[in-house]
């Protein structure tokens, strides 16, 4: 976790461990078996999942889109890097690209 926090803040995003979202919101159920890290990163919510194989990672997908199928859900964005998968929610393009751009230097 510390790789992906150490290079979105290198990337020039303020992060900060997140905490007080209602606990029926999606982006920060158990996926797989995994609870995710969530953040707030200037103003949106990101949700860290760590799987332990990307076969786990396309499983805890699978059970967020059958979760949500019949959810109108609000504007997120997701991330996919060998076994992590992040959602990020929030509209800011800025940030969207900033954070694009950190977790593709993960690869």
Not at 23 to 40: A, D, Q, R, T
Not at 76 to 83: A, D, I, L, P, R
């Amino acid at each position: 976790m510390e790789d992906i926090t150490n290079v979105i803040t290198n990337h020039g995003l303020e992060i900060e461990e997140s905490s007080g979202l209602p606990k029926e919101n999606v982006f920060i159920k158990k996926l797989n078996g995994v609870s995710p890290e969530v953040f707030n990163m200037e103003g949106e919510t990101l949700s860290v999942y760590i799987f332990s194989s990307t076969h786990d990672l396309e499983k805890g997908i699978q059970k967020f889109e059958e979760q949500t199928a019949t959810y109108d859900l609000v504007e997120y964005k997701v991330y996919e890097m060998h076994n992590v998968l992040v959602f990020c929610v929030g509209k800011d393009e800025r940030v969207q690209n900033e954070l694009s751009e950190a977790l593709q230097s993960l690869n």
